[in-house]
């Protein structure tokens, strides 16, 4: 079994047997395909890229590595010898381990537990502890073992995530998305240690991501996924941004906004900015929409926002920009009307609006398309009509009672409209793709004629061709004076169209550029929290 | 004014308040304890009430088969494991909605202990008194934590086993890691339904233990009003407590107490209307509730049923 198999197999002519061969995978769900026929081949002391746009198979095949999910058909060899794998801890016995995006941190429990979770045998705080400690010092990633694990950054989570991997000492390790939650500097230390891990200790590593400047600079092969099957595979060096994206996306890239979406914001691009295709609002306008002073004291009494101040005039398109977790939700809440301020004011169109009062902010015309469509923005059990008047009803009812011809005919004009891909007014929303249940959000909020337009991660999840739709009609909106608040963690997406930008760090303003004078680098050292 | 001030210091300074009083924090704890470790794993478990039923019947007829105590409490363990296993395969293997399935199983056990009291009618009485020597010579207390019943001194190794279990080995890290955010457990390789079952069969033994204790150390006799609701005050204490232990069992001693001052008027012969009475340790518990539920952090996935592979 542990004899050199020849070059027929394999990537390298030169390897030795792989240290993970997979054949022929294949996992349907439903009539959907989420792997079809997918082969992937590790390598010890390298690193492969799983490069795949959202939706592309990529999380479904680690998920069949990890033992998260069975897979219909296909085979998996580790180290030579046939196996299946069932559940996460057969996979941990067989030197696998997995760096998740999210979903295996548990905020209520300290490091060392999070860390120990998922171990069998006795529970020995201290050897756990202990160990901590040795791979804070092999890797320098340096935590308290008894923190509280909701209280940490994202950076720092992700190192407890790292530590929970390695403490097995996995011989092949899968990095799932692992930038998406850190600050460019987080991402930079990330790679340095990821790099480490691979040579000097010969592991196979492999980084999914979407990222092409990601894959670019840090892996030695990388595999593209589209639609579940595997489109090319190829070593990382001799090969560039272009024809990743290519591949990636089945077509030529040529849009500023489909690079944008797929991170291609490359150095090279940096003189790019410069153009949002939206005029810059002159600072003298009445703002339609002023924050003052915003503080909001969530559970245990962190502030989720913190003396945050903040103006959206009509015309122009304000990006928020930050990472993830700085309070761009409660804003978002904020303005949805679901959280009220312990101080400060909102003030619309002049008049000061009752925050947290159900329906103050859409009556005083803010309009939002919330951040998680399912949860908050559309019913999915429900109609497109009806989820097209679920804010406002007004215009289809009389005396309370839903005159069905108006709601048809209102229905019919937005589905057209807005180019709504469905089969009717009565379709289900859940019959509807993700860009579409989008497209019901945009056309419901914008029925109203806003005066103010809050996207919260407008895009987030939507594949390239709905991204590009979004953008457009932000642009309109502001072309046509609404003001629009972009919420945004793909700081590519705000600076592709926002008119001036602001930085949210720990839920304050602590940073704003207009557009034209627009630092990537002094962007990212606010991101992270840098005074600059 | 006066008599009312000396109508309660007279109920304060009376060993039967602390006996009673007692006699009623014990049922509760028992119950609540349980309680308190199926709620941490993500169940609030409602059955607790049909628990404490089965419990107290099931002893009763054991005792009366085999005049044996000890026979009696470990079949009350089996009673309220049985109704546990209906709540934990119901709720957490078949995902059944953990409400309904608590509701139905408390008007089940109501119904058919009723039936089957009345078809048997085991005979039962208190078991013997221990003193513990010195101890139960305290003043006021002594004779209320020292000097019960032998069965009541089963709470004392509850309590610290109990908080060993949570947060000492590896199953109470999982139980306590299933009930705040069950996607990272089981990605990290816990099996989340099976700990949630675990925890409610444990809710399931000390609920029986509980009914085994009202059969023999604080009524007699079986009853189908022997629970009467203290099930959802002990609900109640977990809540109040903050999801913690020591703050359940403190919830417990405080709702304990207003059940035991209501005997105590009566038993002092002082006038007061006794509907008012007999409500007056559930306004506490909803009083209780309405200063301190906003104040606490519920374990993050509680009474949310999980289910492989959705996320």
């Known amino acids: 079994m542990n004899t050199p198999v020849d070059s027929s197999t394999g990537v390298g002519a030169t390897a030795p047997t792989p240290a993970v061969e997979l054949t022929g995978i294949t996992k349907r769900y439903g009539a959907v395909v989420a792997c079809d026929d997918v082969g992937l081949t590790l390598h010890r002391g390298r690193i492969h890229g799983i490069l795949g746009e959202n939706g592309a198979g990529k999380s479904t095949l680690m998920k069949i590595l990890i033992g998260l999910v069975l897979p219909d058909a296909g085979s998996i060899e580790v180290d030579g010898a046939r196996c299946t794998i069932h559940d996460p801890i057969e996979a941990a016995r067989l030197g696998i381990g997995m760096v998740h995006q999210h979903f295996s941190l548990i905020n209520a429990l300290t490091v060392w537990e999070n860390v120990a979770l998922g171990d069998a045998g006795r529970l020995d705080p201290q050897a756990v502890r202990q160990r901590i400690g040795e791979i804070s010092d092999q890797y320098g990633l340096v935590i308290e073992p008894d923190a509280r694990v909701g209280d940490l950054t994202a950076g720092l989570r992700q190192r407890v995530e790292i530590i929970k991997c390695l403490r097995r000492d996995p011989s092949i390790v899968v990095f799932d998305e692992p930038t998406s939650v850190l600050t460019p500097d987080e991402s930079a230390q990330l790679f340095e240690s990821l790099r480490h891990v691979v040579t000097a200790e010969n592991r196979a590593v492999v980084l999914v991501s979407h990222k092409l400047d990601e894959v670019l600079n840090s892996t030695d092969e990388v595999t593209i996924m589209r639609q579940g099957r595997v489109v090319d595979r190829r070593p990382t060096a001799g090969t560039d941004a272009r024809t990743l994206a290519t591949a990636m996306v089945g077509r030529q890239v040529s849009l500023r906004t489909e690079r944008a979406a797929l991170g291609v914001i490359a150095v090279d691009d940096l003189t790019e900015i410069g153009d949002s295709g939206v005029a810059e609002v002159d600072a003298s306008v009445e703002p339609a929409l002023s924050i003052r002073g915003a503080t909001v004291i969530g559970a245990g009494g962190v502030r989720l926002l913190d003396d945050l101040t903040l103006d959206v005039r009509p015309g122009e398109i304000v990006g928020v920009a930050g990472v993830e977790g700085n309070g761009q939700r409660a804003l978002g809440d904020l303005l949805s009307s679901l959280v009220s301020l312990d101080t400060g004011t909102v003030t619309a169109g002049g008049r000061q609006v009752a925050a947290g009062r159900p329906g103050a902010m859409s009556r005083a015309g803010i309009a939002v398309i919330p951040e998680d469509r399912h949860d908050s923005g559309v019913v999915l059990d429900m109609s497109v009509a009806e989820n097209l008047v679920l804010v406002n009803q007004r215009r289809v009812s009389r005396h309370g009672v839903i005159d069905q011809a108006a709601l048809r005919d209102f229905a019919l004009r937005m589905i057209a409209d807005f180019d709504i891909q469905c089969a009717g007014p009565d379709a289900p929303m859940w019959s509807l793709s993700g860009g579409n249940q989008q497209r019901v959000v945009l056309a419901r909020e914008l029925a109203d004629d806003p005066a103010v337009l809050v996207a919260a991660q407008p895009t987030r999840g939507l594949d390239v061709g709905a991204i590009e739709y979004m953008t457009e009609r932000l642009r309109l909106a502001a072309a046509s004076g609404v003001g629009v608040l972009l919420i945004s963690s793909e700081l590519e997406e705000i600076l592709d169209v926002a008119t001036r930008v602001v930085v949210l760090h720990q839920g304050r303003v602590v940073g704003e550029m207009a557009h034209h004078e627009l630092d990537l680098e002094r962007l990212g050292l606010l991101m992270g929290g840098a005074a600059a | ?311």
Not at chain 2, 33 to 50: F, P, Q
Request: proline share 4%; hydrophobic share 50%; charged share 15%.
């Open chain 2, 1 to 311: 004014m006066l008599d009312l001030f000396r109508a309660i210091g007279e109920i304060f300074t009376a060993e039967s308040t602390y006996i009673n009083g007692a006699l009623f924090a014990g049922l509760l704890i028992f119950a609540a304890t349980g309680e308190w470790v199926a709620e941490r794993a993500g169940t609030l478990n409602i059955s607790v009430e049909g628990m404490l039923l089965a419990g107290a019947f099931t002893s009763a007829v054991a005792y009366d088969q085999t005049s044996s105590v000890a026979l009696g409490l470990l079949a009350g363990v089996v009673g309220g494991m049985i109704v546990a296993g209906v709540q934990a395969e119901m709720s957490h293997r078949l995902a059944a909605d953990q409400f309904v399935v608590g509701l139905t199983l408390n008007i089940l056990v109501f119904g058919l202990t009723g039936f089957l009291d009345r078809e048997i009618a085991p005979a039962t009485k208190i078991a013997s008194t221990f003193d513990v020597p010195l101890l139960s010579d305290l003043p006021l207390i002594g004779q209320a934590l020292f000097g019960q019943p032998w069965p009541f001194y089963l709470l004392y190794p509850l309590l610290p086993f109990s908080w060993w279990l949570m947060y000492r080995t590896r199953w109470g890290l999982e139980v306590r890691a299933v009930g705040e955010d069950p996607q990272p457990a089981d990605v990290s390789g816990i099996k989340v339904n099976l700990r949630r079952r675990q925890s409610i069969y444990y809710a399931g033994m000390t609920s029986g233990l509980g009914g085994a204790f009202l059969i023999f150390v604080q009524v007699g006799r079986f009853e189908d009003s022997i629970v009467g609701g203290r099930g959802f005050i002990a609900i109640a204490a977990v809540i109040f407590g903050g999801w913690t232990l020591w703050g359940t069992v403190g919830g417990c001693v405080v709702f304990a107490g207003a059940l035991s001052f209501r005997l105590s008027v009566q038993g002092l012969g002082y006038q007061l209307n006794s509907e008012m009475l007999q409500s007056l340790p559930f306004v506490v518990t909803l009083v209780g509730m309405a200063i301190f539920a906003h104040r606490v952090r519920p374990p993050g996935a509680l009474a949310r049923p999980f289910v492989r592979g959705l996320t």
